[in-house]
T-cell receptor
Framework: GDSVTQMEGPVTLSEEAFLTINCTYT??????LFWYVQYPGEGLQLLLK?????DKGSNKGFEATYRKETTSFHLEKGSVQVSDSAVYFC??????????????FGTGTRLLVSP | KAGVTQTPRYLIKTRGQQVTLSCSPI?????VSWYQQTPGQGLQFLFE???????NKGNFPGRFSGRQFSNSRSEMNVSTLELGDSALYLC????????????FGPGTRLTVL
């Protein structure tokens, strides 16, 4: 079945450091890929998405590229801020002949950024 | 455009009771999905409704049920609550078009005592 694997956290960084959170997936066909962010006590916010191979999603300085050859969708940011501290979820959603399937999430990676 | 709204935001129940959670999707969205989030199991899919019909269902017992109304608002019900049902219940809406994206509400925090 479809699955998403993302790196264990927490990831602890100093402000202005470079961020990478690894995400790989297993799915048949060409799923859409997403990064969601969850701040304490809140729901999930869509951070960025990519719907086909080689697409780059970007938002608020975060970027991720849909790499079909390595089945990866790693999240990067050049310079993190304290306000980026949150839990980040990688997810995929497949489309089959029965229609859209459920969102499948990774386990989440907690990011802690210190001043 | 208003986002996805969920009511109530917090709920405390005791074992054996039942509970109903409500979700109003983004205007124009006809698909509503429900997810359960717990520290141990992470984010797990419950079910999806589109045009008042259940389209997908996750691997949860029959105590978990849902429905969708003609205005696309959705409710989920959990009967005979167990301690393990304590979780954040998230609702997400989408248009179910190509490039479909699910947008989440703030969730309902259910505590079962």
């Amino acid at each position: 079945g479809d699955s998403v694997t993302q790196m264990e956290g927490p990831v602890t960084l100093s402000e202005e450091a470079f961020l990478t959170i690894n995400c790989t997936y297993t799915a048949t066909g060409y799923p859409s890929l997403f990064w969601y962010v969850q701040y304490p006590g809140e729901g999930l916010q869509l951070l960025l998405k990519a719907t086909k191979a080689d697409d780059k999603g970007s938002n608020k300085g975060f970027e991720a590229t849909y790499r079909k050859e390595t089945t990866s969708f790693h999240l990067e940011k050049g310079s993190v801020q304290v306000s980026d501290s949150a839990v980040y979820f990688c997810a995929l959603r497949a489309y089959r002949n029965t229609g859209f399937q459920k969102l499948v999430f990774g386990t989440g990676t907690r990011l802690l950024v210190s001043p | 455009k208003a986002g996805v709204t969920q009511t109530p935001r917090y709920l405390i129940k005791t074992r054996g009771q039942q509970v109903t959670l409500s979700c109003s999707p983004i205007s124009g969205h006809r698909s509503v999905s429900w997810y359960q989030q717990t520290p141990g199991q992470g984010l797990q899919f419950l079910f999806e409704y589109f045009s008042e019909t259940q389209r997908n269902k996750g691997n949860f017992p029959g105590r978990f049920s849902g429905r969708q109304f003609s205005n696309s608002r959705s409710e989920m019900n959990v009967s005979t609550l167990e301690l393990g049902d304590s979780a954040l219940y998230l609702c997400a809406s989408s248009s179910r078009q190509v490039g479909d994206t699910q947008y989440f509400g703030p969730g309902t925090r259910l505590t079962v005592l």
